[in-house]
């Protein structure tokens, strides 16, 4: 059985993905589109959707060129399911040695969708487990016995919420907040960082059992600012808070395993539990035990760590299922091996300066590395257009991280310069075999009519809202 990605929006991810294997390119269409399929890698990418960021690559996390231990499992997934369940355990806890060796912070829970896992109730389950595994009386509750039956959560100001319950309140879909229930969490505003300290007091008195902190808004591209985590962490240990970071959609394209760890952030400290997602390949839950306040429970021990995980899990359900373990495992061996978060560094720098030579202003982008916010006005200038994901007045760009993306030649004969087109027109003509299209806006990001025709030139589509009409190509010469 092939691995093939979830829907990814760069339709042609959807063929099959061999093995690396030595094709001399030439004039012949037919190698060409051979290489494409098989090493799509290879080639500088147009899509910088992907998903809504939940692949950061085109290779294939599960053949052996990733890894043979890895493949073998997949190879057995596809011939015998019921024989490779025997497996589990040992895919556990490989994926687990792998997923700690990479991160740091140990995964606790999993889940299929990340909005699953910001469950304020599995959030104060956790956290009593974690507890009543302590090695010490840590003296001071993280939350009374009252506030268990009604749990609350606090989030930073324009967090992008969840799909369902108490964080759906402040949702940025219109159809999430109607989907909304239990009790509202506590708003926290980081603009001012004076005012911190008494907001997160207030929280804690109003039964909130845990502060979930974007480091990037999704909603609007916006970073913590150092001063500000400096103080979150400050008045989260003061009153015993458990600090949660969301890094859905920071984790690796941020310039680090997961941006908390970013030297203007780990400096101060770190998070007790991490929400993980998207280009992870799995969704949960994992614990830092070097949180602020997760270290005072005093499991230091690593069999007393994996003692606390496995307990937590048995009890519960499976870790997760064996095929989202190994693409997962496998994402972590490439992101390790490729150096994938240093990688992310080096793209964010080319992107944004290529940005700013088209005449946006450098302050005007928000994001952190290859996760990279761009104003709507300032997209209509950058030329030859590439797909992205909206973010209200804000164009997501959430590049891959091969290889190919680090090189400016690349990137500017291929992607953004008008020497970009017969590179387009190669894309054009694949797509076109292959009966498929981009399926989002390069101007808003917003989903594009099925009836919308791709341009020729140019590949992306634009939608009804963007350019009533007839498509005029802003590349076409």
């Not at 498929?436 to 791709?454: I, T």
């Amino acid at each position: 059985m092939p691995f093939v990605p979830a829907m990814a929006v760069y339709k042609f991810r959807r063929m099959r993905v061999h093995r690396r294997r030595s094709t001399k390119l030439d004039d012949n269409a037919e190698i060409r589109s051979k290489s494409r399929e098989t090493n799509p890698e290879d080639y500088p990418d147009l899509d910088f959707h992907h998903t809504f960021g939940s692949f950061l690559t085109r290779k294939n996390p599960v053949s052996k060129d990733t890894d043979p231990v890895i493949a073998g499992y997949w190879d057995l997934l596809s011939h015998s399911p019921s024989l490779l369940q025997r497996h589990i355990h040992e895919i556990d806890n490989k994926y687990r040695d792998a997923f700690r060796n990479f991160f740091t912070a140990e995964p606790i829970s999993l889940h299929g969708h990340v909005s699953d896992a910001s469950n304020a109730a599995l959030l104060t389950s956790i956290i009593s487990h974690l507890v009543s595994h302590a090695s010490s009386d840590i003296g001071i509750p993280f939350f009374d016995d009252e506030f268990k039956s009604n749990p609350r959560v606090a989030i930073t100001a324009g967090s992008y919420g969840a799909g369902y319950g108490c964080l759906a309140y402040n949702a940025v879909i219109d159809s999430n907040r109607l989907v909304a229930n239990g009790p509202r969490p506590v708003v926290i505003t980081t603009n001012n960082s004076a005012k911190i300290d008494a907001q997160i007091r207030q929280a804690k008195n109003d039964g909130c059992v845990a502060l979930i902190v974007e480091l990037v808004c999704a909603g609007d591209g916006k970073a913590i600012t150092e001063n500000a985590w400096k103080n979150i962490l400050k008045a989260c240990e003061k009153y015993a808070l458990i600090l949660i970071v969301d890094e859905a959609l920071t984790s690796i394209r941020c310039g680090a395993p997961f941006a908390n760890q970013l030297p203007q952030y780990a400096r101060h400290g770190y998070p007790d539990l991490v929400l993980f997602g998207k280009a992870v390949r799995t969704n949960g839950i994992a614990v830092e035990w070097r949180g602020i306040n997760i270290q005072k429970l005093d499991i230091e021990h690593q069999e007393e760590r994996l003692f606390t995980i496995l307990d937590w899990q048995e009890r519960v359900t499976e870790m997760a299922q064996a095929a989202d373990l190994l693409i997962s495992w496998g994402t972590l061996v490439l992101a390790k091996r490729e150096q994938w978060p240093q990688r992310a560094q080096v793209i964010g720098r080319i992107l944004r300066e290529r940005i700013v030579a088209e005449g946006a202003k450098a302050s005007s982008i928000r994001g952190l590395h290859s996760l990279l916010y761009i104003q709507l006005q300032d997209i209509a200038r950058l030329g030859p257009p590439v797909m992205g994901a909206r973010a209200g007045k804000y164009l997501r760009w959430l590049p891959a991280l091969d290889e190919v993306m680090t090189s400016e030649e690349e990137l500017r004969t291929k992607v953004f310069g008008l020497g970009s087109i017969p590179h387009r027109r190669e894309i054009s003509a694949y797509l076109e075999s292959q009966g498929l299209k981009l399926g989002f806006c390069s101007r808003c990001g917003d989903a594009v009519e099925a009836e919308v025709v791709s341009c020729a030139v140019c590949v992306v589509r634009v939608c009804e809202e963007c350019e009533p009409g007839a498509h005029t190509c802003p590349i076409s010469i």
